[in-house]
């Protein structure tokens, strides 16, 4: 079965500084990776997604990701996080038919 | 360009209760997914629908949870006899298909509280 695990429940940084919320996965194929933002009151929004291919995505707002498969880890960094960047963010694995599994969760609080 | 909207936003209800969520998936989409976000979790995957049929509703938590989409489009999440542990957001999102690849799009979700 597959599962996703976002180790950081809460990560507070300060503005201007550098981010990384890890994700690790498991699956048995080769997966569809994918992270979302979810401000309050707001859905789900994608930030970016890996199918195949150059293991280092970049996706909007200046996020980027990297998978990689021997740490079965697909990673989410911005170089400088802005005020704006204070969200949820979820790492998910889509699985058949596009159902897919979400990790609980990074809460990121940004200081100015 | 409307988004996946969903209705009501918020839903307050006493234990027991019929209760009705409805989605309205981006036009075009054969693929609509319903997940349930309880607090502190991350979205859990109920049940999706290719076009009018239930494709896999291996998701839905017991047999008083039951979701329609009739003409391919609008669905409709149906809660029987509603209990305190339903409470939770529940999220929409359709899709263009149902490839593991194929981008989901989320609404807003509806928030359910059950008294």
């Known amino acids: 079965a597959q599962s996703v695990t976002q180790p950081d429940i809460h990560i507070t940084v300060s503005e201007g500084a550098s981010l990384e919320l890890r994700c690790n996965y498991s699956y048995g194929a080769t997966p569809y990776l994918f992270w979302y933002v979810q401000s309050p009151g707001q859905g789900l929004q994608l930030l970016l997604k890996y199918f195949s291919g150059d293991t280092l995505v970049q996706g909007i707002k200046g996020f980027e990701a990297e998978f990689k498969r021997s740490q079965s880890s697909f990673n989410l960094r911005k170089p400088s996080v802005h005020w704006s960047d204070a969200a949820e963010y979820f790492c998910?694995?889509?699985?058949?038919?596009?159902?897919?599994?979400f990790g609980d969760g990074t809460t990121l609080t940004v200081k100015p | 360009g409307a988004g996946v909207s969903q209705t009501p936003s918020n839903k307050v209800t006493e234990k027991g209760k019929y209760v009705e969520l409805r989605c309205d998936p981006i036009s075009g989409h054969t693929a609509l997914y319903w997940y349930r976000q309880s607090l502190g979790q991350g979205p859990e995957f109920l049940i999706y629908f290719q076009g009018t049929g239930a494709a896999d509703d291996s998701g839905l938590p017991n047999d008083r949870f039951f979701a329609v989409r009739p003409e391919g489009s609008v669905s409709t999440l149906k809660i029987q006899r509603t209990e305190r542990g339903d409470s939770a957001v529940y999220l929409c999102a359709s899709s263009p298909g149902t490839s593991g690849y194929n981008e989901q799009f989320f609404g807003p979700g509806t928030r359910l509280t059950v008294l």
């Open positions: 998910a694995v889509g699985g058949d038919a596009g159902k897919s599994t």
